[in-house]
Nanobody, 119 residues
Framework: QEFLVESGGGSVQPGGSLRLSCTSS????????ISWFRQAPETEREGVSC??????ETSYGESVKGRFTISRDKNTVYLQMDNLRPEDTAVYYC??????????????WGVGTQVTVSS
């Protein structure tokens, strides 16, 4: 059983939107900074966004700035993805940080949710 569960992926046309969710039945996510990553076939894993435990700190990868928004509410972390592009196609994962801010030290992961952007 995975520690984190991602949901909300699917297939959309370019310009469309999706909202991903990251939650857990085994962890209280309110106590963790959470990051989103993505990985397309035959590419390196890419950091997408991160939110601190308090929610006061957020960060975004250059390729998604201005289009994606990370937020959190109790035991769920969301990734709102707008104006999606074909190059956003990937499996999206969430992960807990070892610290309560975005330190870049990841501990527990989910199994991922597929996002496909295609016309």
């Amino acid at each position: 059983q995975e520690f984190l569960v991602e949901s909300g992926g699917g297939s959309v046309q370019p310009g469309g939107s999706l909202r991903l969710s990251c939650t857990s039945s085994r962890l209280t996510l309110e106590f963790y900074a959470i990051s989103w990553f993505r990985q397309a076939p035959e590419t390196e894993r890419e950091g997408v966004s991160c939110i601190s435990m308090s929610g006061d700190e957020t960060s975004y990868g250059e390729s998604v700035k201005g289009r994606f928004t990370i937020s959190r509410d109790k035991n769920t972390v969301y990734l709102q993805m707008d104006n999606l592009r074909p190059e956003d196609t990937a499996v999206y994962y969430c992960a807990t940080d070892l610290l309560d801010y975005c330190s870049g030290n990841y501990e527990k992961w989910g199994v991922g949710t597929q996002v496909t952007v295609s016309s």
